[in-house]
């Protein structure tokens, strides 16, 4: 289904031609039209750079390991010139280079084209010793030929030519081209590959060179004695086109996010309204409060795409081949909705009291781990991106890893107390506008009392000695929100000195403080033994809330003052 | 033949992967069972050389639920020449110096209602009435001649005869192309080739098209 989809993707994209594929190349071989040198022309102006590798041309494309397999009138200079490079040996370079001439020839047969004859003409002549060689030329390089100021590999009749001898030495290649079998993706009745030309790149952890999504390399993986990509057998065509719509996907900028060791592509038939991946990588205010309306008030243009299909899937690497984490089919109208319901989730004010913004996955992912580099599970971003798609609740264990966190690191963050939110709230299908944004003085449950209380305590203790190093809540953080009463009572009682030392040298903030521990306590009966891990959530939440709100009206009374001053 | 109503059989268990052949190195499952999968839970409780399965539908009964472990594996295959050398000339097979970190990509909580036919073989003398009862007294005792699996090995299938309440869930889906099952080689190697078919779930339901079991007989 996945490769059926993107191949049907493929078919929107301005590819390249069959069996040609986005190449660097370096140097233009200038000729004229006899086929006479005239000199070497870089690609690029910065010529010199080691690592620069040239210009990207849309060049002829083959898969090749150790053997010598020509690619035709682009490739490197030991098959272009037959000159080796410094760690190789002469007699492979000589066996490239007439390997690449041969290749030459027989297209200047096929197409008849003027200007491969020229190149042919070259190279039947080359010396060697009478080219003028760049400084900085190097056989490792990739070059290609350019005739009277123009490429033979962009000749339609040249791309023909490529795409029969390409294809044609694949069947070869494919041990039972006999038989042709009927193609996993199209169902038509082909020769199938045995290995892939076009490999998947730019997946995390994965190789450079990129990676097969079909591929038996060890006995294991084999079935019914077939071996290699013909465990699911699939043509040429259909092969080279999932594989590009793939890579144009993961190179897209709106069409993948990479959290870690996962990149996730999403795409749909048609046109996209809206960039899931820019939405749930780095979400603007502006374009969540514009999704969030769409999706409640359900605008006539949005309507109309609704029902159309949305797919997303995921690819990690392992190895020298990729595998699918993940693989979502939907439609947009559901993703809108989703989406809408796992930002208005995220709503939470700022730690100053502000109108809080939405984060993106990898802030979310980031928050229950220490090291977001070496610790985080791809499950967990998998997870915050399935409820952000599919809907539906987030898992417990990812409230679990929050609550942990919460109590490893003695205190809260912005991120982590939205994940619990999140965690907390997408348990319920139904969701209020605005449940939990801000501190909720009328809320009475026990553990969220408990985390206003410790808030409350910590203000007094920050208000009596200031720049106290430790504060009861870097101490007290993680058993106040397991266990309120086994410290409870003590931190009360610690409070008392505090408290008196306020009202003997700052009588206003004695007060308000007072009055706040009052509201605190007279709804909290006694304090429980333990707290469940939904109410360690909680807590985490009230203690986030009422530092959020004590902020926001020491901000609001330091402006009230300063406006009195002017 | 499919006189009558078909043979019925609920299965169910907490895992199942119906493995995809492209992506079989690093598992993927079909969404739903496959009708090779089906053939094999249904073999694994009755079989006889005088009849073969056509699974003619598959009930959906559970909603689709996916799930990804990953598990240390091996690259090699169990060989019995290899193992007798070990038994001749000592050695053995350590799993730790031949491991793969494989991904699956499995179905959580799932549970099916196969309907499929006994069609006999040319061979056969008896009635076919005969082999109906046979499979449906096993499937009350629960005996079966190995315990039937979802999709691998690993995750085994509880069955029993359904009750009659079982619904279909309400999902309309193009699965797009999934294997029927092999063609395999007459030469007995073991070899064989996929067969697959375009699949489609109506109201829960796929529906395997009868003619896919025409090339056989």
């Known amino acids: ?566 | 033949m499919a006189n009558g109503l078909p043979l019925e059989v609920k299965v169910w268990g907490d895992f199942a992967c119906f493995t995809r052949p492209e992506m079989k190195a690093e598992r993927v499952s079909y969404p739903v069972m496959t009708p090779s999968a089906a053939r094999g839970v249904l073999e694994a409780i009755f079989w006889k050389p005088e009849f073969a399965w056509h699974v003619r539908e598959i009930w959906v009964l559970n909603p689709i639920r996916h799930y990804s472990i990953v598990r240390n594996e091996v690259n090699s295959k169990a060989v019995v020449s290899t193992a007798h050398g070990w038994a001749e000339n000592g050695g053995g097979y350590f799993a730790e110096e031949d491991r793969a970190q494989r991904h699956t990509l499995a179905l959580r909580d799932v549970a099916y209602l196969i309907k499929a036919d006994i069609v006999l073989s040319a061979h056969a003398t008896e009635d076919v009435a005969k082999y109906r009862d046979q499979f449906r007294r096993r499937v009350n005792r629960g005996q079966c001649y190995h315990r039937p699996y979802l999709g691998c090995r690993e995750f085994a299938a509880e069955f029993g005869q359904p009750d009659g309440s079982e619904q279909a869930i309400v999902l309309d889906d193009d699965l797009g192309r999934i294997l029927f099952d092999l063609n395999y080689a007459s030469d007995r190697s073991g070899r064989g080739v996929p067969v697959f078919f375009s699949a489609h779930l109506q109201a829960g339901v796929l529906k395997v098209p009868p003619q896919l079991y025409l090339r056989e007989a």
């Open chain 1, 1 to 566: 289904m996945l490769l059926e989809k993107l191949r049907e993707y493929s078919g929107r994209l301005d590819l390249d031609p069959p069996m040609y594929l986005k190449t660097p190349i370096k140097w233009l071989i200038d000729l004229d039209g006899r086929g006479r040198f005239i000199n070497f022309v870089p690609t690029t102006q910065e010529a010199g750079s080691k690592k620069d590798r040239g210009k990207e041309f849309s060049a002829p494309h083959i898969g090749r390991a150790s053997g010598v397999r020509a690619k035709l009138l682009a490739d490197n200079g030991e098959y272009v010139l037959g000159l080796a490079r410094d760690k190789s040996k002469q007699i492979r370079a000589d066996e490239c280079h007439r390997a690449f001439v041969e290749q030459v020839r027989t297209c200047a047969d096929t197409t008849g084209e003027q200007s491969v004859r020229a190149v042919l003409g070259f190279l039947e002549h080359l010396d060697v010793a009478e080219l003028s060689f760049p400084k900085d030329w190097d056989p490792a390089h990739t070059m290609t030929f350019r005739v009277q100021g123009l490429l033979p590999i962009n000749l339609r009749s040249v791309q023909e030519y490529w795409c029969a001898v390409a294809a044609g030495d694949e069947e070869a290649n494919s041990k039972s081209a006999d038989m042709p079998m009927s193609c996993l993706i199209c169902g038509q009745l082909r020769p199938p590959v045995k290995r892939h030309q076009f490999k998947i790149k730019r997946i995390p952890g994965g190789q450079t060179s990129g990676m097969a999504m079909i591929s038996a390399n060890v006995p294991a993986f084999e079935s019914y004695g077939l071996e290699a990509s013909l465990i699911a057998p699939t043509c040429q065509q259909c092969g080279e086109q999932f594989t590009k719509a793939a890579n144009t996907l993961i190179e897209g900028e709106d069409t993948h996010v990479t959290v870690g060791p996962l990149v996730y592509i999403f795409w749909t038939k048609g046109e996209q309204p809206f960039s899931v991946a820019t939405l749930l990588g780095r979400p603007e205010p502006s374009d969540v409060r514009a999704l969030i309306e769409s999706a409640f008030r359900g605008t006539t243009a949005a309507t109309k795409l609704d029902g159309r299909p949305f797919y997303a899937t995921a690819f990690s690497a392992s190895g020298g081949r990729v595998v699918v984490r993940d693989w979502l089919d939907t439609t947009i109208g559901e993703v809108r909705r989703n989406l809408a319901r796992y930002f208005v989730l995220q709503r939470l004010i700022e730690w100053d009291g502000a109108e809080g913004r939405p984060y993106g996955l990898f802030a979310l992912g980031a928050s229950t781990v220490h090291d977001v580099n070496r610790e985080l599970s791809p499950q967990v971003p998998k997870a915050l991106l399935h409820m952000a798609l599919k809907g539906g609740p987030l898992p417990m264990w990812l409230l679990f890893q929050a609550v942990k966190r919460n109590r490893a690191e003695q205190g809260i963050t912005r991120p982590r107390a939205v994940l619990i939110k999140m965690a907390l709230f997408s348990q319920r299908p139904n969701i209020g506008e605005d449940s939990m944004i801000n501190l909720n003085m009328s809320d009475q449950d026990q553990a969220y009392l408990c985390g206003r209380l410790l808030a409350v305590l910590e203000a007094i203790q920050r208000e009596a000695i200031p720049g106290a190093k430790a504060t009861i809540t870097d101490r007290f953080f993680g058993t106040a929100s397991s266990a309120p009463a086994s410290v409870f009572g003590r931190l009360i009682r610690g409070a008392q000195p505090h408290l008196a030392r306020l009202r003997k040298d700052r009588r206003g903030a004695y007060e308000a403080l007072e009055k706040r521990l009052e509201e605190v306590q007279q709804n909290l009966a006694t304090f429980p033994k333990t707290l469940t891990l939904q109410e360690q959530g909680l807590f985490g939440l009230g203690y986030y809330h009422q530092r959020a709100a004590d902020r926001a009206a020491a901000i609001a009374h330091k402006q009230a003052r300063n406006q009195q001053a002017d």
